[in-house]
């Protein structure tokens, strides 16, 4: 076990290294402070679109899918490269409207095509949805803090909120920007590490090799998780309108698409030894699997490694965590409560307060919940509910009321069938994405095919 001083120290650490990065960003205006001036180059583009994608659900939530599935979890990988590539022509669209409208956010461009009140809809699921997600961070990393060093989970959820707290007050989206570009160098590095060094168990079970093990259901829903969180994530949206002209946009997406890849071996490897070192199967496999992985990350890694491991689990941590903060300050402050012809230091100072009321928001519901993966799955399939709205637009299919029906109606039926399986099944399967995808996009079809009768 780590000494629990050393682990406080890192976090010290990193908030030392978020507040002198953040300190090199420009804050002189809202646009400045919101998204870096406009002019993120192909370099730092690619580091933050990697930085936030590989977070710590990421680390555990996927890990965790091939302790139960094998290497069938990794199509949902696949899904992630196929909807890297498949966004950049959409990207593209939304960076040339960015720079003739200002958007700052995703709700932004629902606004501009259907104005606020509508955009009001569609920021409320997605501001649930981030809530969820930034809880799941604090959830990951106190877990991580108490197996590690005995550190008490509440007090491990507040000191990791301050640690983002305290840099992105300072910096801003030009923090987030430098801080995921240490973090993901921090990541990349250590990863490779203990793929090379982690000591190997038994056996792994035959079927685990078997790429459609999972079975069609599951794998189906993986490949959708991934293909469309790019069309419905707004972290990745922010960052486009960030970039320094389309070259970059195109760049930073291709590349980023090869990343996922060998990000996809190595932590598929680190999955198939949990199962071969810590084997249990059936159902107390999938209820125990998150807590075999981080087993897997503190005991099979050299002793004179763990440290490495600590340090890369936090980057994975508080890249993430910052971006969801950060977005959910704007969407607080842009999207919900705007106001029109304030001065910098007011809407700078406005930010600020939304990002230390949404982190206390995050907390209290990190303080709620206790298992990861049901936060995850969920609140993934919530989100991507959004993108067959979105496919439609991109679509030319426009339709204000079809908007509000399909989110009002897939956000309801979602989360009552997520406490169905809960309350019937005791977890939440992949498949729940089906549910939001499918009741979206039927829901918006049906909308738009009677939509003549909303004229009357």
């Known amino acids: 076990m780590i000494s629990s001083n050393l682990l406080w120290f890192v976090l010290i650490g990193f908030t030392i290294v978020g507040i002198l990065l953040g300190r090199l960003t420009s804050t002189k205006s809202v646009d400045d402070f919101a998204l870096g001036g406009r002019n993120m180059g192909f370099f730092p583009s690619l580091m933050t679109l990697s930085g936030t994608f590989v977070s710590a659900v990421t680390l555990m939530v996927y890990t965790s899918f ?102 992105l007050l300072v910096g801003g989206f030009g923090s987030v920007v430098k801080t995921d570009i240490f973090q993901f160098l921090v990541i990349f590095l250590v990863l490779i590490l203990v793929t090379l060094t982690i000591n190997e168990g038994g056996d792994v079970p035959e079927e685990m090799y078997q790429p459609f093990n999972a079975g069609a259901v599951n794998i189906i829903a993986f490949l959708l998780l991934g293909i469309l969180t790019p069309f419905a994530t707004q972290d990745y949206w922010q960052k486009v309108f960030a ?73 994975a941590i508080l890249s993430t965590s910052d971006t969801y903060l950060f977005l959910l300050s704007l969407n607080v402050t842009n999207d919900l409560f705007p106001k029109k012809g304030e001065d910098a230091a007011s809407g700078i100072g406005r930010i600020r307060k939304a990002l230390v009321a949404v982190g206390i928001l995050a907390l209290l519901i990190a303080l709620f919940f206790e298992r990861i993966e049901d936060i995850v799955v969920t609140f993934k399939a919530l989100g991507i509910g959004i993108a067959p709205v979105i496919f439609y637009d991109w679509a030319g299919k426009h339709h204000r009321q079809s908007v509000v029906r399909s989110l009002v109606i897939m956000t309801i039926v979602s989360l009552s069938v997520s406490v169905y399986m809960m309350e019937t099944v005791g977890k939440i399967n992949p498949a729940i994405a089906f549910v939001s995808i499918g009741t979206s996009a039927i829901v918006y079809r049906i909308s738009y095919a009677f939509r003549r009768f909303d004229k009357k």
């Not at 195109?250 to 598929?268: D, E, H, M, P």
């Not at 999955?271 to 107390?284: K, T, Y």
């Open 243 to 315: 970039m320094k002209n389309e070259v970059v946009v195109k760049q930073s997406f291709r590349v980023g698409a090869g990343i996922n890849i060998l990000l996809t071996v190595a932590l598929t490897y680190v999955g198939l030894i949990a199962r071969s070192s810590f084997p249990i199967s059936g159902a107390v496999a999938n209820e125990h699997a998150e807590m075999m992985v981080l087993r897997t990350f503190t005991e099979l890694v050299p002793p004179e490694f763990q440290v490495a491991v600590l340090i890369a689990f936090f980057a």
């Open 66 to 167: 091939v302790y139960i599935y094998g290497i069938s979890a990794a199509w949902i990988f696949v899904g992630y490269t196929l909807g890297f590539l498949f966004f950049i022509p959409f990207a593209l669209k939304l960076y040339r409207l960015s720079l003739e409208h200002q958007f700052f956010t995703l709700t932004d461009y629902f606004v501009f095509r259907y104005g606020r009140k509508t955009a009001r809809w569609v920021i409320g699921v997605i501001f649930v949805w981030y809530v969820g997600l930034l809880s799941t961070q604090l959830l990951v990393g106190s877990n991580l803090l108490n197996e590690l060093g005995g550190v008490p989970v509440t007090w491990a959820k507040l000191g990791m909120l301050i640690t983002v707290l305290t840099y």
